[in-house]
């Protein structure tokens, strides 16, 4: 056999041994980091909501998979729907029920939606339990508070003295006023470093006495607790403020809150 004819056949032999080494093969994406949105509705009205839709929006632009949560009614609900995702966002809404950490309601106090309330709860709950990284913006930032054993201001014109305007008498847009952030916390390097920023503003309550094992880390200039840091948690914090909106009006400069988020939970 000719020297040229013994190597095809052999070339021969190792396609069919091995198979054809020039097919293409599939390189696998890594999976996207789920993150769960704090239940208030149904998914079908939720996608219709502006306001939800400022979180999906987020999530998809930092690179993330948002995930609708289902209303959690006692712990075990909490912490089975939690297996499904890699961090939770607790969103902004309703006032918090004075009921959930023991005053009257005042006549300045919204409506409650007491079935949220509870969700919110146990989901903040499980998160805490499970050590699972959770932002909590606005309303999510009280309840985490309540959930810690801390109170609020039912109502920010009425029971504090302040000039600021937290939230638009004519509730028609977003306030803006000036924060500090305190070195050294998941806030600061989420937001880029300690010092002054301009945020956001929406809210009628706030923080009064502050929860256990909860550590202050924001302030607004009249002294109103902007941020939140849950001390025995590799990553449980709180803010104020809403993220979500400036990242929406294409400021972007928070979508790092929402990227630091999700590094967190991909470690």
Same mark, same amino acid.
């Not at 080494?21 to 789920?34: C, D, F, G, L, R």
């Not at 509730?171 to 050294?184: M, S, V």
């Given at each position: ?23 293409? @093969?599939?390189?696998? @994406? ?18 219709? &909501? ?15 998979? %948002?995930?609708y949560m289902e209303q959690a009614t006692d ?34 106090? @919204?409506? %409650? ?7 919110d709860f146990w989901y903040i709950k499980a $998160? ?44 028609? &847009? ?42 202050? +880390? $924001?302030?607004?200039? &009249? ?19 809403? %993220?979500?909106?400036? +990242? ?7 979508? %790092? +809150?929402?990227? $630091? ?7």
């Amino acid at each position: 056999m000719k020297k040229g004819l013994k190597l095809l056949v052999a070339l021969l032999m190792v396609f069919a041994l091995f198979g054809c080494t020039t097919k293409t @093969e599939t390189v696998n @994406e890594p999976a996207k980091v789920k993150v769960g949105v704090s239940w208030a509705m149904d998914e079908s009205d939720a996608i219709e &909501d502006e306001d939800i839709q400022a979180y999906v929006e987020s999530i998809k632009l930092a690179g993330g998979e %948002p995930v609708y949560m289902e209303q959690a009614t006692d712990l075990e609900s909490a912490i089975a729907f939690l297996a499904n995702v890699d961090c939770i966002i607790m969103a902004g809404g309703e006032d918090v029920n004075p009921a959930m950490y023991g005053e009257e309601m005042l006549a300045e106090c @919204e409506e %409650p939606y007491d079935e949220r309330d509870t969700s919110d709860f146990w989901y903040i709950k499980a $998160a805490i339990e499970m050590d699972m990284p959770l932002l909590a913006t606005c309303r999510g930032m009280q309840m985490l508070n309540v959930v810690c054993g801390g109170t609020l201001y039912q109502d920010l014109f009425t029971q504090y003295d302040t000039e600021i305007n937290h939230r638009d008498p004519e509730l028609e &847009d977003f306030t803006y006023h000036t924060i500090t952030i305190e070195d050294g916390n998941i806030l600061a390097e989420a937001m880029g470093g300690a010092g002054e920023y301009t945020v956001n503003s929406w809210h009628h309550q706030g923080i009064k006495t502050v929860g256990e094992g909860l550590s202050v +880390v $924001a302030l607004a200039e &009249d002294g109103m607790i902007e941020g939140l840091i849950y001390d025995n948690a590799s990553y449980i914090y709180g803010t104020q403020f809403h %993220p979500e909106w400036h +990242v929406v009006e294409e400021t972007l400069d928070c979508l %790092p +809150v929402f990227t $630091a988020l999700m590094e967190a939970a991909s470690k």
